[in-house]
Protein backbone atom coordinates (compact mmCIF):
# COMPACT_ATOMS: atom_id res chain seq x y z
CA UNK A 1 0.00 0.00 0.00
CA UNK A 2 1.46 3.33 -0.60
CA UNK A 3 2.91 5.07 2.40
CA UNK A 4 1.00 8.27 4.13
CA UNK A 5 3.07 11.65 4.28
CA UNK A 6 1.67 14.18 6.66
CA UNK A 7 2.92 16.80 5.91
CA UNK A 8 2.97 20.46 8.29
CA UNK A 9 4.51 23.57 6.61
CA UNK A 10 2.76 27.70 6.71
CA UNK A 11 4.04 28.75 3.43
CA UNK A 12 1.32 27.95 0.94
CA UNK A 13 3.88 27.81 -2.17
CA UNK A 14 5.83 25.32 -0.51
CA UNK A 15 2.94 22.76 0.75
CA UNK A 16 1.62 22.87 -2.89
CA UNK A 17 4.22 21.87 -4.56
CA UNK A 18 5.60 19.12 -2.20
CA UNK A 19 2.41 17.54 -2.09
CA UNK A 20 1.78 17.59 -5.60
CA UNK A 21 5.96 16.10 -6.03
CA UNK A 22 4.83 13.79 -3.12
CA UNK A 23 2.08 12.61 -5.18
CA UNK A 24 3.65 12.03 -8.35
CA UNK A 25 6.14 10.35 -6.31
CA UNK A 26 3.64 7.86 -5.04
CA UNK A 27 2.64 8.66 -1.91
CA UNK A 28 -0.87 9.56 -0.55
CA UNK A 29 -0.41 12.92 1.34
CA UNK A 30 -2.70 15.37 3.80
CA UNK A 31 -0.96 18.60 3.86
CA UNK A 32 -1.69 21.11 6.78
CA UNK A 33 -0.78 24.42 6.85
CA UNK A 34 0.04 24.90 11.17
CA UNK A 35 1.39 23.05 14.07
CA UNK A 36 -1.93 22.69 15.74
CA UNK A 37 -3.81 21.03 12.47
CA UNK A 38 -0.50 18.40 12.39
CA UNK A 39 -1.11 17.68 15.93
CA UNK A 40 -4.67 17.10 15.42
CA UNK A 41 -4.35 15.03 11.80
CA UNK A 42 -1.61 12.98 13.70
CA UNK A 43 -3.91 12.02 16.16
CA UNK A 44 -6.63 11.21 14.23
CA UNK A 45 -5.14 8.95 11.02
CA UNK A 46 -1.59 8.48 12.08
CA UNK A 47 0.68 8.49 9.11
CA UNK A 48 3.63 6.05 8.12
CA UNK A 49 5.77 9.43 8.10
CA UNK A 50 5.70 13.07 8.72
CA UNK A 51 7.33 16.14 7.23
CA UNK A 52 7.29 18.95 9.42
CA UNK A 53 8.63 22.54 9.20
CA UNK A 54 10.12 23.92 11.62
CA UNK A 55 8.82 28.01 11.62
CA UNK A 56 5.12 27.67 11.75
CA UNK A 57 2.74 30.36 13.82
CA UNK A 58 1.21 28.99 16.79
CA UNK A 59 2.53 25.57 17.52
CA UNK A 60 6.33 25.16 15.34
CA UNK A 61 7.94 22.04 14.12
CA UNK A 62 9.82 21.49 17.17
CA UNK A 63 6.74 21.76 19.49
CA UNK A 64 5.04 19.03 17.33
CA UNK A 65 7.79 16.68 17.81
CA UNK A 66 8.26 17.20 21.14
CA UNK A 67 4.55 16.38 21.63
CA UNK A 68 4.28 13.08 20.09
CA UNK A 69 7.48 11.78 21.07
CA UNK A 70 6.50 12.22 24.59
CA UNK A 71 2.81 10.93 23.71
CA UNK A 72 5.36 7.83 22.77
CA UNK A 73 5.00 8.29 19.12
CA UNK A 74 7.86 6.89 17.42
CA UNK A 75 6.65 7.69 13.96
CA UNK A 76 9.58 9.14 11.37
CA UNK A 77 9.82 12.58 11.10
CA UNK A 78 11.93 14.95 9.11
CA UNK A 79 12.12 18.02 9.30
CA UNK A 80 12.42 21.10 6.82
CA UNK A 81 14.33 24.03 8.27
CA UNK A 82 15.63 27.23 6.94
CA UNK A 83 17.64 27.42 10.28
CA UNK A 84 21.26 26.29 8.92
CA UNK A 85 23.18 27.15 12.02
CA UNK A 86 24.14 24.03 14.10
CA UNK A 87 22.40 24.41 17.07
CA UNK A 88 19.27 24.85 15.06
CA UNK A 89 19.98 21.23 13.77
CA UNK A 90 20.94 20.21 17.19
CA UNK A 91 17.71 21.29 18.61
CA UNK A 92 15.42 19.55 16.24
CA UNK A 93 17.23 16.13 17.02
CA UNK A 94 17.20 16.90 20.62
CA UNK A 95 13.48 17.10 19.94
CA UNK A 96 13.11 13.98 18.80
CA UNK A 97 13.53 14.02 14.99
CA UNK A 98 15.13 11.71 13.11
CA UNK A 99 16.32 13.72 9.98
CA UNK A 100 16.29 17.31 8.41
CA UNK A 101 16.63 18.95 4.99
CA UNK A 102 17.48 22.48 4.86
CA UNK A 103 15.62 25.34 2.62
CA UNK A 104 15.52 25.66 0.02
CA UNK A 105 15.80 21.62 -0.85
CA UNK A 106 16.23 19.54 -3.85
CA UNK A 107 12.82 17.61 -4.36
CA UNK A 108 14.91 14.53 -4.76
CA UNK A 109 16.71 14.90 -1.84
CA UNK A 110 13.45 15.02 0.35
CA UNK A 111 12.32 12.09 -1.42
CA UNK A 112 15.94 10.47 -0.68
CA UNK A 113 15.87 10.63 3.06
CA UNK A 114 11.96 9.82 3.19
CA UNK A 115 13.25 6.27 1.73
CA UNK A 116 15.77 6.08 4.26
CA UNK A 117 13.76 7.06 7.30
CA UNK A 118 10.87 4.46 6.02
CA UNK A 119 13.57 1.48 5.30
CA UNK A 120 14.56 2.37 9.09
CA UNK A 121 10.93 1.35 10.13
CA UNK A 122 9.64 -1.80 7.30
CA UNK A 123 9.26 -4.87 8.55
CA UNK A 124 11.54 -6.01 6.21
CA UNK A 125 14.19 -2.97 5.99
CA UNK A 126 13.07 -2.23 2.58
CA UNK A 127 11.57 0.97 1.33
CA UNK A 128 7.61 0.30 0.92
CA UNK A 129 5.31 0.33 -2.39
CA UNK A 130 4.86 3.38 -2.92
CA UNK A 131 8.35 5.33 -1.42
CA UNK A 132 10.72 2.79 -2.94
CA UNK A 133 13.46 3.48 -5.37
CA UNK A 134 13.16 1.86 -8.87
CA UNK A 135 15.20 -1.03 -8.51
CA UNK A 136 13.64 -2.99 -5.30
CA UNK A 137 16.39 -5.02 -3.41
CA UNK A 138 16.01 -8.79 -3.14
CA UNK A 139 14.84 -9.96 0.20
CA UNK A 140 17.96 -10.65 2.95
CA UNK A 141 18.14 -14.00 5.01
CA UNK A 142 16.60 -13.72 8.76
CA UNK A 143 19.70 -11.78 10.94
CA UNK A 144 21.18 -10.31 7.76
CA UNK A 145 21.90 -6.30 6.81
CA UNK A 146 22.98 -4.36 4.28
CA UNK A 147 23.63 -0.63 3.27
CA UNK A 148 26.31 0.75 0.71
CA UNK A 149 28.10 -1.74 -0.07
CA UNK A 150 28.31 -3.24 3.88
CA UNK A 151 27.00 -6.69 4.58
CA UNK A 152 26.65 -8.01 7.85
CA UNK A 153 25.56 -11.40 9.59
CA UNK A 154 24.65 -10.48 13.00
CA UNK A 155 24.03 -13.51 14.36
CA UNK A 156 27.45 -14.81 13.46
CA UNK A 157 28.52 -11.37 14.29
CA UNK A 158 30.46 -11.38 10.80
CA UNK A 159 30.85 -8.07 8.66
CA UNK A 160 32.21 -7.64 5.10
CA UNK A 161 33.06 -4.82 2.19
CA UNK A 162 32.44 -6.02 -0.58
CA UNK A 163 34.29 -9.41 -0.74
CA UNK A 164 36.61 -8.14 1.88
CA UNK A 165 35.71 -9.59 5.47
CA UNK A 166 36.31 -6.76 7.73
CA UNK A 167 38.07 -7.39 11.37
CA UNK A 168 36.38 -5.77 14.21
CA UNK A 169 35.77 -5.84 18.25
CA UNK A 170 32.76 -6.04 19.87
CA UNK A 171 32.27 -2.09 20.14
CA UNK A 172 33.18 -1.49 16.34
CA UNK A 173 30.73 -4.40 15.36
CA UNK A 174 28.02 -2.83 17.77
CA UNK A 175 28.81 0.91 16.09
CA UNK A 176 28.95 -0.26 12.47
CA UNK A 177 25.53 -2.10 13.04
CA UNK A 178 23.92 0.87 14.25
CA UNK A 179 24.91 2.59 10.90
CA UNK A 180 24.12 0.47 8.46
CA UNK A 181 20.66 0.09 10.18
CA UNK A 182 20.45 3.76 10.10
CA UNK A 183 22.10 3.94 6.85
CA UNK A 184 21.58 7.86 5.33
CA UNK A 185 20.58 9.28 8.56
CA UNK A 186 21.80 11.00 10.01
CA UNK A 187 22.93 10.15 14.18
CA UNK A 188 23.55 12.21 16.59
CA UNK A 189 26.54 11.87 19.54
CA UNK A 190 23.77 10.91 22.16
CA UNK A 191 21.81 8.55 20.59
CA UNK A 192 25.02 6.61 19.75
CA UNK A 193 26.76 6.74 23.17
CA UNK A 194 22.89 5.92 23.80
CA UNK A 195 22.52 2.66 21.79
CA UNK A 196 26.22 2.22 22.34
CA UNK A 197 27.59 2.49 25.88
CA UNK A 198 24.22 3.30 27.22
CA UNK A 199 25.15 6.83 28.60
CA UNK A 200 26.02 10.05 27.07
CA UNK A 201 29.47 10.85 28.37
CA UNK A 202 29.26 14.72 27.41
CA UNK A 203 30.31 17.06 24.54
CA UNK A 204 33.71 17.03 25.86
CA UNK A 205 33.69 13.28 25.56
CA UNK A 206 36.36 11.75 22.43
CA UNK A 207 35.05 8.30 22.84
CA UNK A 208 32.76 8.19 20.02
CA UNK A 209 35.60 10.15 17.71
CA UNK A 210 38.03 7.48 18.16
CA UNK A 211 35.95 4.53 18.05
CA UNK A 212 34.84 6.24 14.58
CA UNK A 213 38.51 6.68 13.71
CA UNK A 214 38.88 3.16 14.19
CA UNK A 215 35.89 2.00 11.93
CA UNK A 216 37.11 4.19 8.69
CA UNK A 217 40.53 2.84 9.17
CA UNK A 218 39.26 -0.50 8.94
CA UNK A 219 36.20 0.11 5.79
CA UNK A 220 38.22 2.49 3.73
CA UNK A 221 39.76 1.45 0.77
CA UNK A 222 41.92 2.84 -1.44
CA UNK A 223 39.94 4.45 -4.09
CA UNK A 224 37.07 3.87 -2.81
CA UNK A 225 34.20 6.45 -1.75
CA UNK A 226 34.57 6.60 2.14
CA UNK A 227 31.21 5.69 4.14
CA UNK A 228 30.67 7.31 7.31
CA UNK A 229 30.67 10.79 7.04
CA UNK A 230 31.08 13.55 9.88
CA UNK A 231 27.96 16.39 10.34
CA UNK A 232 29.62 18.72 12.28
CA UNK A 233 28.58 19.59 15.46
CA UNK A 234 25.49 16.73 15.10
CA UNK A 235 27.04 13.70 14.59
CA UNK A 236 27.78 10.87 11.87
CA UNK A 237 26.05 9.11 9.04
CA UNK A 238 26.82 6.23 6.59
CA UNK A 239 26.05 6.60 3.14
CA UNK A 240 27.92 5.86 -0.42
CA UNK A 241 28.87 9.12 -2.16
Given amino acids: MPQNVLLAEDDRAIRHALERALILEGYQVTAVADGV ?38 TPILMLTALVETQDRIAGLDAGADDYVVKPFDVEEVFARLRALLRRTSPDG ?34 WRGTRELELTRTEFELLELLVRNAGIVLDHSTIYDRIWGYDFGPG ?37
Wanted: glycine share 10%.
Fill in 37 to 74: EALAQAHKTPPDVLVLDVMMPGIDGLQVCRVLRAEGDR
Fill in 126 to 159: MAPVGAAPKAVAPELPAGRIEAAGLRMDIQARRA
Fill in 205 to 241: SKNLAVYVGYLRRKLDEPGAPQLIHTVRGVGYVLRED
